[in-house]
T-cell receptor, first 113, second 110 residues
Framework: GAGVSQSPSNKVTEKGKDVELRCDPI?????LYWYRQSLGQGLEFLIY????????KSGLPSDRFSAERTGGSVSTLTIQRTQQEDSAVYLC???????????FGPGTRLTVL | GENVEQHPSTLSVQEGDSAVIKCTYS??????FPWYKQELGKRPQLIID?????GEKKDQRIAVTLNKTAKHFSLHITETQPEDSAVYFC?????????FGTGTRLQVFP
């Protein structure tokens, strides 16, 4: 079946603009995660969804970051008033339930000029 | 919360040699430890995982060992091949999410 997909694959924006990143998880996967990977760095946890609720938002760096998930499927990560330090690859992952291996999407490379 | 440390940050080996990557974790409640391989420009992919009720798991040329008492786990790759070249990440489960190490860039020279 289809894997995790993300769009756009690349996004270039100007400082101060808002951006929306989309994730389509594998069908039937109830757990969905957003991570951020800066150049040459590890994977930084942002937020976790179980169904449509987000029991763990502890990794969101600031109140400029928000995310939602609808229908237990698609998730959108929104970054308001983007800053240059927001430049990174944003990875989405899903799993059948928590405490199982993740399946990652291809990521969205965000560049803030 | 959970903290995962990974060493070395880079590792170069000759084709056919073995490679070992080590990770330590801080939360004794963690019970799931996966390893991911990320090739250049690609997404991370799960290559092997281990749960805390076992000490070792093998899959062909790859093996993972876990020492719960010392809170460390390791990835062993035998008979390395050029296609093993990638960045490898270890992770530990913290309640509902994975906490990742900082990665090891493995280069296998022919």
């Amino acid at each position: 079946g289809a894997g995790v997909s993300q769009s756009p694959s690349n996004k270039v924006t100007e400082k101060g603009k808002d951006v929306e990143l989309r994730c389509d998880p594998i069908s039937g996967h109830t757990a969905l995660y957003w991570y951020r990977q800066s150049l040459g760095q590890g994977l930084e946890f942002l937020i976790y969804f179980q169904g449509n609720s987000a029991p763990d938002k502890s990794g969101l760096p600031s109140d400029r970051f928000s995310a939602e998930r609808t229908g237990g499927s698609v998730s959108t990560l929104t970054i308001q008033r983007t800053q240059q330090e927001d430049s990174a690859v944003y990875l989405c992952a899903s799993s059948r339930q928590s405490q199982r291996g993740y399946f990652f999407g291809p990521g969205t490379r965000l560049t803030v000029l | 919360g959970e903290n995962v440390e990974q060493h070395p940050s880079t590792l170069s080996v000759q084709e056919g040699d073995s490679a070992v990557i080590k990770c330590t974790y801080s939360d004794s409640a963690s019970n799931y430890f996966p390893w991911y391989k990320q090739e250049l420009g690609k997404r991370p992919q799960l290559i092997i995982d281990i749960r805390s009720n076992v000490g070792e798991k093998k899959d062909q040329r790859i093996a993972v060992t876990l020492n719960k008492t010392a809170k460390h786990f390791s990835l062993h790759i035998t008979e390395t091949q050029p296609e093993d070249s990638a960045v490898y990440f270890c992770a530990a489960q913290e309640t509902d999410k994975l906490i990742f190490g900082t990665g090891t860039r493995l280069q296998v020279f022919p």
